[in-house]
């Protein structure tokens, strides 16, 4: 449990530092 719960932070992390990547990729898709 103590694994998974980590990793699923770390993974919460990196979404929150790639916010603005994340959008990028979106609108280049959506155009």
Do not use: D, K, N, P
């Amino acid at each position: 449990m103590s694994l998974r719960s980590a990793l699923y932070r770390g993974i919460v992390s990196h979404r929150r530092v790639r916010t603005r990547e994340h959008r990028l990729r979106y609108a280049l898709c959506y155009l």
